[in-house]
């Protein structure tokens, strides 16, 4: 079990057709947390983890990675550390020949986990800042109503 609490119960089952999961997850984790979240990663991701700066990139990494196993494992049915987690030929994590199809994508100190039954699936999540022209913007993209 991960030391963290998700905000859905574990036990999870498989999303409805044409339905999407979405999971959100504080990266931020105390150093002693990541130290036991980093053993649930795979050698390739470990290694990966290792190549980062040691710091808030290489902590959210781990926790980010960690949590999709975590998660995507409740899904499959098999524990984190034996999840075959993989790379598509689009350079895209992937579990081959899975009934599920997910995606993660993390910015800041925030991850974002969709997890599909329903085909492909794809999530951003990008680190926000101020828009100097947000009005503007707004006038020219959305209707009134919106």
């Known amino acids: 079990m991960l030391p963290f609490r998700t905000a859905r119960t574990f036990g999870i089952p498989t999303p409805a057709a044409n339905g999407v999961d979405l999971w959100i997850i504080s990266l931020d984790r105390p150093s002693h947390v990541v130290d036991k979240l ?17 710091g808030p990139l290489r902590s959210r990494y781990i926790v980010a990675h960690a949590a999709a196993r975590g998660i995507l494992a409740q899904y499959l049915g098999v524990t984190p550390t034996t ?16 009934p599920i199809s997910f995606n993660l994508s993390y910015s800041g100190g925030l991850a974002v986990l969709a997890v599909s039954r329903g085909g492909g699936i794809g999530v951003d999540v990008e680190l926000g800042g101020h828009v100097a022209d947000a009005d503007n913007i707004v006038s020219q993209v959305f209707s009134r109503a919106e």
Do not use: F, I
């Not at 980093?38 to 040691?54: F, P």
């Not at 999840?83 to 899975?98: D, M, N, R």
């Open 83 to 98: 999840l075959p987690l993989g790379t598509a030929s689009t350079g895209k994590l992937c579990v081959h020949g899975a």
């Open 38 to 54: 980093e053993a649930v990663l795979d050698s390739s991701e470990q290694s990966h983890a290792r190549r980062l700066w040691e």
